[in-house]
């Protein structure tokens, strides 16, 4: 038995006739689910516009209460005028990025720093639209300011709740999910079954096709007929079902099976995929890309392109020269004390790996005791080596404050995986997948890692792989928004002070 016409769960048709007709209507497609589809997507941008001309006209009716003024009828109108201009931008530039895609909205997170970029740069054609037609006397700057800040948290939730509607409907048992057939020999079906539980899928199973290994002993017609005749009844079985998508799970290294796959499914009228094995699972952003006259599968980029590094670099030496100037009363305090609580220098300066692995001096203020002869040994809770003004500056983050020194150095950023000590960085790379990849990027003073509250002392290697998952995961979703919102979470998040010791 080579060949599934349906899945497990249907394999014993029911004797009923019409239990049989049932059975067959769940699995061929039905009328109206392009429709039903399409709905549901439409109803992402619904969602989308509700948000944005409840936040408008809520916040304009607001001030007319608090502050009194026009007629609700002239607010009304002004505030729909804001607000469809700025719906048309973010509806327009989300079905040209197919973000209401139920495709997208499956495979995908949602994605705050996407959100947060767009709904800037709608307000900035607002703002220009305003000065092309001199109509930006018409809006009051507090109810402006007031729906640029509660607009995007209120976009958010209401995007949240969306999407997970929209997932919810779309289950594997959907009528209107995508519908799939799999196509491949049985151990490589097997393993896409294990690795894919079914709610999670985002689609339907409609049919399965097996192919027969073929015998190493068998002559090349014969073994040409047996595959030609599998594929034959497999494209009848697609033909039938109409799937939207089939997928091919030969694994590549068989390059004679995959070449006569492609050609026998692509007579069908369904998207054809092909799956190399678990790499798509390592790497789900891969995509084909071309250098030159040369195409491959790209699974990972450069960290960051020339702009973004400019970009953050700008960033980088504002934020730090201003952040130095006013707070050099604070540093010069700081310094006071340690030299009044305990002998030795101010600043701590120690070795550590930087961009591409390159050593460099890292500043911080003196926590502890000095003593030139001791070993490195990481700092622990209730160290009798940290002085007393050593322990509030370590639960306060202050003693990283010299670092500053480093950014406008180029040595360091402002956000970035925390630099370890030499000693850390030898013995984690041997024993943790992928912990170089830290250093792609600067180092930073604060990083996702910190503010999620996994800093200080690392007891086993499961407490460093949970950092570097966080340091990978910034390195791979690097935005300047990002950046600002790890740089405000620093300062305000309780999760920021944790383990600090």
């Not at 995007?159 to 519908?179: D, K, N, P």
């Not at 799937?243 to 054809?272: G, H, K, M, N, Y």
């Not at 930087?354 to 502890?368: C, E």
């Amino acid at each position: 038995m080579f060949h599934e016409r349906v899945p497990e769960t249907f394999q014993a048709l029911p004797t009923s006739a019409e239990r049989r007709r049932s059975v067959w209507s769940a699995l061929l497609p039905r009328r109206g689910r392009a429709l039903a589809r399409i709905a549901m997507s439409s109803s992402m941008a619904v969602a989308d516009i509700v948000a944005i001309v409840a936040v408008i006209l809520g916040v304009e009716f607001a001030y007319q209460v608090a502050f009194g003024g026009e007629s609700v009828w002239v607010t009304a109108l002004r505030g729909l005028r804001l607000a469809a201009l700025l719906g048309a931008i973010i509806v327009a530039t989300n079905v040209l990025r197919e973000d209401y895609s139920l495709d997208g909205i499956m495979a995908q997170k949602l994605n705050i720093q996407r959100m947060a970029s767009l709904w800037l740069v709608a307000w900035a054609a607002v703002l220009l639209v305003g000065f092309l037609t001199k109509t930006t006397n018409d809006y009051s700057r507090l109810v402006s300011i007031a729906s640029f800040v509660i607009g995007l948290p209120v976009l958010v939730m209401t995007r949240t709740a969306a999407t997970r509607l929209v997932r919810r409907s779309l289950a594997s048992g959907s009528a209107s999910a995508s519908r799939v057939h799999l196509v491949g020999y049985e151990e490589d079906i097997a393993r896409f079954y294990a690795s894919h539980e079914a709610d999670q899928l985002g689609s339907r199973i409609v049919g399965t096709s097996y192919l027969r290994r073929v015998d190493p002993g068998a002559d090349t017609v014969s073994r040409h007929d047996q595959l030609q005749e599998d594929l034959d009844l497999a494209v009848s079985v697609v033909r039938f079902l109409r799937p939207d998508d089939v997928f091919v799970l030969v694994p590549w290294t068989d390059t004679a099976e995959v070449e006569r796959c492609i050609d026998a499914f692509l007579r069908v009228p369904s998207a054809l995929h092909l799956r190399p094995g678990s790499v798509l699972d390592r790497f789900p952003d891969m995509q084909v890309a071309r250098v030159g006259g040369v195409s491959g599968i790209n699974i990972g980029r450069r960290p960051l392109n020339i702009a973004e590094i400019v970009l953050k670099r700008a960033l980088d030496l504002v934020v730090a020269a201003i952040a130095l100037v006013s707070l050099s009363p604070l540093l010069a305090a700081i310094a006071v004390a340690i030299k009044l609580d305990s002998p030795g220098p101010v600043f701590f300066r120690q070795k550590r790996y930087g961009f591409n692995q390159q050593p460099f001096g890292v500043f911080k203020f003196r926590s502890m005791r000095a003593d030139a002869s001791a070993v490195f040994k990481q700092a622990t809770r209730n160290d009798s080596r940290i002085t007393q003004v050593g322990a509030i500056l370590r639960r306060t983050n202050l003693d990283e404050l010299p670092q500053l020194l480093n950014v406008l150095r180029g040595e360091m950023s402002l956000v970035g995986p925390r630099p370890h000590a030499l000693a850390h960085d030898r013995s984690f790379e041997r024993r943790i997948a992928l912990y170089a990849r830290r250093h792609n990027v600067r180092p930073g003073i604060t990083g996702w890692a910190q503010v999620n509250g996994y800093r200080g002392e690392t007891l086993t290697d499961l407490d460093m792989e949970r950092r570097v998952a966080c340091d990978l995961h910034y390195i791979d979703n690097w935005s300047i928004w990002f950046d600002i919102q790890i740089m405000l979470l620093t300062i305000v998040s309780r999760r920021a002070y944790k383990n600090a010791r």
